[in-house]
Each structure stands twice: as C-alpha cells, then as structure tokens.
C-alpha cells in the first residue's frame, strides 16, 4: 500500500493546492513555534484550512501543551486535526477528544533514544495517530520539528511494529533517502518539508522527484 503523505510548512492556498496536484493526502500548517521553519498567522491557517476540500486533511501544528489553549488555538484555526507537537500536560488528550471528538488528534513524538518507544506506545493509547520527528523538547529553547535532521529509523520501526494506531514518518526526509526510510519503518505515512521546498518555497520539480520516490509513480 501505498504511504500517505503529508506536506508541512505550507503558507497558502496556491501552496496547498500545489502540494495536493503532487500526491499530498495531508497539509500542514504551523502555528507560533519556539524556533524552527513555516509558522503562519491563525488567520492564514483558518482562511487556507475552510478552502481545502475533503477528504484531504488539515494538520495545524500547535506548540500549546493544555486542553484549554489547544481548544482555543484549533477555534481560530477550524482545521480538521490538530498535531500536538509538544508533550501535553496530563488530561490534554482526553479533553480534547470531549471537546473535540470529530477533530483527529496526532501526538509527535521525537525520536532522541530507545527511551522514546515508551513514549510513543503511552500516547498510542490516547491520540488517533502518531508521528515521529527529529526535533528535541528537552532543550531549553524546544525544538518541536522543521530540523531537517534524520534520526534513529531504528527506533522509528519499533514503534510502529508495536503501535496500535497509524504512524507517521517526518525528520529530514527527502527524494534520496525515501526510499530508504520507507523500506526501514514502513511507516503508514511520510512528512516533508525542507525536502520538498528552494529557498524556502514549494518547489514543483521537488515534489515531483519526491513523490515518485515514496511510491507515487503515476504522477
């Protein structure tokens, strides 16, 4: 079966129309973030978010770690998932499936040693998917994703041969190396963003390369 994948950083509609001609089942809109590449105003989310149509899904990428500011942030936005990049506090994930149980909630988990698979399967109880990058939430400026660091694919293959739920793969992930990723994780879906992008736009001749890379031959 063929992956799914998902395309981050985008930042308009043209963007996002672009990123879906090329194969992407999946868009992903950054919010305000510690440091690290793509966020955009909540206005911007909301305004590309209401002009993509089903089944195609909306990821907006939050840094908030309580139910309550998830809640508000995903108001402002309406997209139809939210990707909590960071670890929530206690209860997050069962108020948000209360307030929220049309919404799909992915849990990132990021990938710094074998200490990282407990991690992943305690979430795996809780959020709809998971999705595993490079970034490192214990540093004292967070990275929370856009590193374009590989890491442990190892580690990654654990994680979904354990996961009772869907994972994604992200980190560092380009036309190269795919391949390579896919065959070692098998993961349910891939996420690109620095591999797919020049000087920081949506390069076509990228995705193109990358697509047919992930499988996506007919394109």
């Avoid at 129309?17 to 440091?35: C, E, H, Q, W, Y």
């Avoid at 089944?55 to 840094?63: C, D, G, K, R, V």
């Avoid at 200490?115 to 595993?132: G, Q, R, W």
Wanted: glycine fraction near 8%; proline fraction near 6%; hydrophobic fraction near 35%.
């Amino acid at each position: 079966m063929r992956p799914r994948i998902k395309i981050c950083c985008i930042s308009s509609i043209e963007e996002a129309r672009t990123a879906i001609d090329f194969g992407a089942s999946a868009l992903g809109l950054v919010g305000k973030m510690p440091n690290g590449p793509g966020p955009i105003d909540d206005e911007q989310i909301n305004e590309i978010a209401q002009n993509i149509p089903p089944p195609i899904a909306t990821f907006l990428l939050t840094s908030e770690t309580t139910g309550e500011a998830i809640l508000d942030h995903h108001k402002r936005t309406q997209t139809n998932t939210i990707q909590i990049v960071d670890r929530p506090e206690r209860g997050t994930h069962e108020y948000l499936k209360k307030k929220l149980p049309h919404v799909k909630r992915v849990q990132v988990i990021h990938i710094t040693g074998e200490e990282s698979i407990d991690e992943a399967l305690f979430y795996a109880e809780k959020a709809d998917l998971l999705l595993l990058d490079s970034g490192n939430p214990n540093l004292d400026v967070k990275e929370l994703g856009g590193t374009g660091r590989t890491h442990n694919w190892d580690i990654s293959r654990e994680i979904v041969k354990q996961s009772p739920i869907p994972v994604f793969l992200a980190g560092g992930l380009n036309a190269d190396n795919v391949k390579k990723a896919l065959d070692t994780v098998q993961p349910f879906g891939i996420d690109v963003c620095s591999g797919v992008r020049t000087h920081g736009n949506l390069d076509p001749k990228k995705l193109k390369t990358f697509s047919k890379a992930s499988g996506f031959s007919n394109i």
